[in-house]
């Protein structure tokens, strides 16, 4: 090393950082972890508190598809095919004796009035005059 | 006594308190280097300290086959390097003044002592930036010349080439 290289070493300034710099880094760094430690807490506190609304709604929207499920159980169960036909078969069988009863009852009815028209001719006035 | 290469596995680990041994290692060096390149004592320990936070945070990233030192000087370069063009500082036209006041008048050979000590401080603050700071890498934080060109980025022959260059111009203005 010449002299020049001796004088520009020696020309080191006297300078020395503030007497904290060590302890207010530290203190920073500490202050940093835990606002770090925080922050990767927040995602998933914000996610949970955005979950519940959502879950209020699913359990809003299966509650009411459970009550129209029940409703429509009490109104039409389902049935097989070949139990479907039977069903009809049994309604028209069904159907064809109520007519066949309904017929039997229009003839009585007619065999009634029938004779209430008779008795009528007999009641009427003509007959009352005469 | 704890070296540097356990103190930063320890801190990988999760123990911060071990990065103590490094900040204070390391922090007269950088705030001189900083206070060079921006010419701000105080801004200078505020830079210094936001790369110790920097490297401790990304502490994980740093490569053991490296010298700790120079990935530190480099976060710190890049922070004061964005800390100029961020304040419009044109690092070539920073103040001339930097640190000379340390005269004492005690004694007639301190006195002596301390004015060519000023003058080589004002010939090397009148140095281009890229000679300045080599100039104060090498000389006040006695870095070789492989840790100059990691800091800065440059090959290390043009290191060579600017610590010649700013020395001839060191020595020709002391003697102008």
Known sequence: MDKLDKQIADASPEYQPNADFTQNTMQKIHDSQTYRKRTWFKPFAFSAAAALPLLAVVFIFAGINHNQTQKVSTTAKPVSTTSQQSTSKNVNSANAQTANEFDVAISQLDSEVSNYAISYSETSLDNINQ | ?176
Not at chain 2, 1 to 27: F, H, P, W
Not at chain 2, 102 to 110: L, P, V
């Open chain 2, 1 to 176: 006594m704890q070296t540097e290469k356990a103190a930063i596995q320890e801190v990988k680990e999760g123990n911060s308190d071990a990065y103590r041994l490094i900040v204070d290692r390391y922090q007269r060096g950088l705030c001189i280097y900083l206070a060079n390149m921006l010419n701000d004592e105080m801004q200078a320990e505020d830079i210094a300290q936001e790369a110790f936070m920097r490297a401790y945070s990304k502490i994980n990233t740093y490569n053991p086959n490296y010298a700790f030192s120079t990935w530190l000087y480099r976060i710190a370069r890049n922070l004061a390097l964005r800390d100029i063009s961020k304040n419009n500082k044109n690092i070539a036209e920073l103040d001339e003044n930097f640190e000379t006041k340390e005269i004492s008048d005690s004694a007639h050979e301190e006195i002596l002592r301390d004015e060519q000590k000023a003058s080589v401080q004002k010939a090397i603050s009148r140095l281009k930036p890229e000679y300045r700071e080599v100039i104060i890498l090498y000389y006040w934080n006695n870095y070789s010349y492989e840790e100059i060109s990691q800091i800065i980025n440059k090959p290390i022959g043009t290191v060579r080439t600017w610590l010649f260059r700013s020395k001839e111009m060191i020595g020709k203005d002391l003697n102008g």
